[in-house]
């Protein structure tokens, strides 16, 4: 009876290996069936393919690291070239008021009508504000105005000559200025008290 068991083991052994063929697997010196086998693969190459997206993806996020940087330094020198040549542009605009004014001066020394000459440095003076005004640099009001400290600087206190003075600017010593809003130099003023 031991080997008619032994015998329908081994037909039973041989067609399991028909229904699954055994293969060979060289590093392991072990039989590991087909179906095994082919499952390792898809995920070997599910694991290439995901090595590949992977390195793809590095190489994109290297270049929009190095497009970023690029850009970064190109903002920084189109800033400082705008900084450079705002300033060039003020001083270019500015220079025909210089030659007025030379022009003024000559004509000081030579001149016998000093009327003229007046006429001549108001003229002169309107077209330099025109020039601030064009470069939204505007002049802050003093007269009769509160003091306020974000565009005032009280250099004195004097008694006000009226009940309505009190706390208001009384004389205006130094202009001060705006540039787009923002204070660049406060107006110098005595204030009531």
Known sequence: MEKDNKTSERNQSAEN??????????????????????????VEKELERLREECEDLADKNLRLLAEFDN???????????????????????????VDDFERALKAIETSDDIEAVKEGIHLIYGKFVEFLNKNNVKEIPTENVEFNTQYHEAVSKIPAPSEELKGKVIECLSKGYTLNDKVIRYAKVVVGE
């Open 17 to 42: 290996e028909k229904k699954h063929p055994k293969q060979h697997n060289e590093n392991e010196n072990t039989i590991i069936p087909q179906s095994e086998n082919a499952e390792n693969e898809n």
């Open 71 to 97: 850009y970064r330094k190109r903002m920084l020198k189109e800033k400082a070239d705008l900084l450079k040549n705002g300033g060039e542009n003020v001083l270019v605009n500015i220079l025909p008021l």
